[in-house]
Nanobody
Framework: QVHVVESGGGLVQPGGSLRLSCVVSGSMSSIKRMNWFRQGPGKEREWVATITSDGVTAVADSVKGRFTISRGNAENMVWLQMSILKAEDTAVYYC?????????WGQGTQVTVSS
């Protein structure tokens, strides 16, 4: 069984910063990649960022220059550093891990950007 848990969400003012964390635990042999997605109110879930097992990263155009994905020395933890947050970044942020060829999703963490 593989578990994915996100944390770090909260309420932040426009222009502020937050760092989200994602930890993958359980029985697994390899993690190919970790992704962040988000789903805003009334919107479809959208991809935000990816980091591969080789450390290659990519972020969506909508967050480029503001969000950074990184990981710890252990491949089972990743962070999403979010800066210069805007109201339109308000969403539930989900972590998805590709483990042994399967997708595993976390429950999500709420990020609200509001003054």
């Amino acid at each position: 069984q593989v578990h994915v848990v996100e944390s770090g969400g909260g309420l932040v003012q426009p222009g502020g910063s937050l760092r989200l964390s994602c930890v993958v635990s359980g029985s697994m042999s390899s993690i190919k990649r970790m992704n962040w997605f988000r789903q805003g109110p009334g919107k479809e879930r959208e991809w935000v960022a990816t980091i591969t097992s080789d450390g290659v990263t990519a972020v969506a155009d909508s967050v480029k220059g503001r969000f950074t994905i990184s990981r710890g020395n252990a491949e089972n933890m990743v962070w999403l550093q979010m800066s210069i947050l805007k109201a339109e970044d308000t969403a539930v942020y989900y972590c998805r891990s590709t483990v042994d060829g399967y997708f595993y999703w976390g429950q999500g963490t709420q990020v609200t950007v509001s003054s």
